[in-house]
């Protein structure tokens, strides 16, 4: 078994040899009642284990407490099907990841494997990840820095501040991640409101001035 240590929390990336054949899954721990936080760790773990250069696109059906398996879809040209995996979505999966790695388009399915529970994290200090934030009318700005946390992740966590700002009791879900490329970790921020319906709002993200992606974050409200 390998694996992958990412250099700011303990989450690791696991490679299971599962039927004798390689099967990627990763091992990430939610953090309380953040899953926006769960979202965008899940997507800096895909992007390491798949090689992600360009054009990624997270989605998120629900959280997932266990490991998660990454399937090749085998509705995708020049994919390669893992083992068990079928064209198509599956009714168990949480989500899938597209992406494009040396010019060539890739298409995963998320699956979740209960056999392996993950434990919660012990809660990060969000306020260490928005330190020097100047908050607007309709987004916000970050320097750069930030202990080399990744861009998404930070790009996250003022998404989550700014929309907190207005809407303090509710809890936000990471609906979907689309980057067309992977800025610096340690680039300025900034990110702007979008757009909404109904739960959803649309976050626009830039680094050092220059656009690279959005997020959709869903509202969750406590019972």
């Not at 490329?181 to 739960?199: C, D, F, K």
């Amino acid at each position: 078994m390998a694996g992958y240590e990412t250099g700011m929390t303990s989450d690791r990336l696991l490679i299971e040899d599962a039927a004798h054949r390689a099967i990627p899954s990763i091992a990430v721990g939610m953090t309380g009642t953040r899953r926006y936080a769960h979202g965008a760790d899940i997507f800096e773990a895909l992007r390491h284990l798949t090689g992600a250069t360009a054009d990624m696109v997270l989605t998120m059906r629900r959280p997932c407490d266990c490991a998660i398996a990454v399937l090749d879809d085998a509705a995708s040209p020049g994919s390669t099907a893992s083992p068990g995996s079928t064209a198509g979505p599956g009714i168990d999966d949480i989500g899938s990841f597209h992406h494009r790695r040396n010019g060539t388009a890739q298409r995963h399915r998320l699956r979740p494997l209960p056999d392996r529970p993950i434990p919660a994290r012990i809660p990060f200090d969000e306020a260490t990840l928005i330190e020097g934030a100047r908050m607007e009318a309709m987004g916000a700005r970050l320097p750069a820095g930030a202990m080399g946390m990744p861009i998404v992740r930070r790009a996250v966590a003022l998404s989550v501040a700014l929309l907190k700002r207005d809407e303090p009791d509710t809890f936000w879900l990471l609906a979907e991640i689309a980057c067309t490329r992977s800025p610096p970790a340690g680039a300025a921020v900034e990110i702007a409101l979008a757009g909404h319906a109904g739960p959803f709002r649309k976050v626009a993200m830039a680094a050092d001035g220059a656009p690279f992606g959005r997020l959709l974050l869903a509202q969750e409200r406590p019972c």
